[in-house]
Nanobody, 113 residues
C-alpha cells in the first residue's frame, strides 16, 4: 500500500518561492511516474506537473516556466520547486503515483498579494 507524506507548504507573498517535498512509502517508487496535483478552495483537483521514470517532465500551462518537478529514486522523494508564486497558486498540493487510488493529506500553500 502506498503512503504519501507531503511537506514544505506555507504562506508567502506574491513573487515568492517554496519547495515542496514528498516521501512516497511503498515498493513501486522507482518504476512509476510521479505527479503533483493541487486543489484550490471550491475547485476540482488539477494535475500540475509530472515526471517520468526517465525524468521527462510535463507541466500545466498555468505553471510552466515557474515550477520544476524532480525526483530522487534513492530517497523515494519527489519535489516541486515553485517560483514567482501568484495568489492563484493558493491550494493544497498533493503528490501521487498515477493509477494508484490513494492520496496523502497534502501540504497547504497560501500566496498573498
Amino acid at each position: 500500500q502506498l503512503e504519501y507524506e507531503e511537506s514544505g507548504g506555507g504562506s508567502v507573498q506574491s513573487g515568492g518561492s517554496l519547495n515542496l517535498s514528498c516521501l512516497v512509502r511503498g515498493s513501486v517508487f522507482g518504476v512509476n511516474p510521479l505527479e503533483w496535483h493541487r486543489q484550490a478552495p471550491g475547485k476540482p483537483r488539477e494535475l500540475v506537473a509530472e515526471i517520468s521514470t526517465r525524468e521527462i517532465t510535463e507541466y500545466a500551462d498555468s505553471v510552466k516556466g515557474r515550477f520544476t518537478i524532480s525526483r530522487d529514486n534513492s530517497k523515494e522523494m519527489v519535489y516541486l520547486h515553485m517560483t514567482r508564486l501568484r495568489p492563484e497558486d493558493t491550494a493544497v498540493y498533493y503528490c501521487k503515483i498515477p493509477y494508484f487510488p490513494s492520496w496523502g493529506r497534502g501540504t497547504q500553500v497560501i500566496v498573498s498579494s
